[in-house]
């Protein structure tokens, strides 16, 4: 069993930068991957970025080039690093852990946090 806690979150203007933490109770290695996911009301959860075990990394269109996410195992946690921030990047986000697959697809997610509430203003 595996508890994430979401932090990092807030409000911050356009352009301005946001680093997310996520912080496991058990050991995230025992994870093959970990993911940050993001939703808006009334909208289905949206991958954003994805770590596997060996520290390969992967994103979503929408943030590459502007998000780097990591991983630091000694402490059992999660960043995404978030620069350049627009209007659209406004919402809870999430961090999930992944047993067996690659952090990418919602469905294999088999732990979630309770989420982090971003919000981009003009």
């Known amino acids: 069993q595996v508890q994430l806690v979401e932090s990092g979150g807030g409000l911050v203007q356009a352009g301005g930068s946001l680093r997310l933490s996520c912080a496991a109770s058990?050991?995230?290695?025992?994870?093959?991957?970990m993911g940050w996911y993001r939703q808006l009301p009334g909208k289905q959860r949206e991958w954003v970025a994805a770590?596997?075990?060996?520290?390969?990394?992967n994103y979503a269109d929408s943030v590459k080039g502007r998000s780097t996410i990591s991983r630091d195992n000694a402490k059992n946690t999660v960043y995404l690093e978030m620069n350049s921030l627009k209007l659209e990047d406004t919402a809870v986000y999430y961090c999930?852990?992944?047993?067996?697959?690659?952090?990418?697809?919602?469905?294999?997610?088999?732990?979630w946090g309770q989420g982090t509430q971003v919000t981009v203003s003009s």
């Open positions: 770590i596997t075990r060996g520290g390969n990394t």
């Open positions: 058990g050991s995230i290695f025992s994870m093959n991957a």
């Open positions: 999930g852990a992944d047993r067996l697959g690659s952090g990418t697809r919602r469905q294999s997610i088999d732990y």
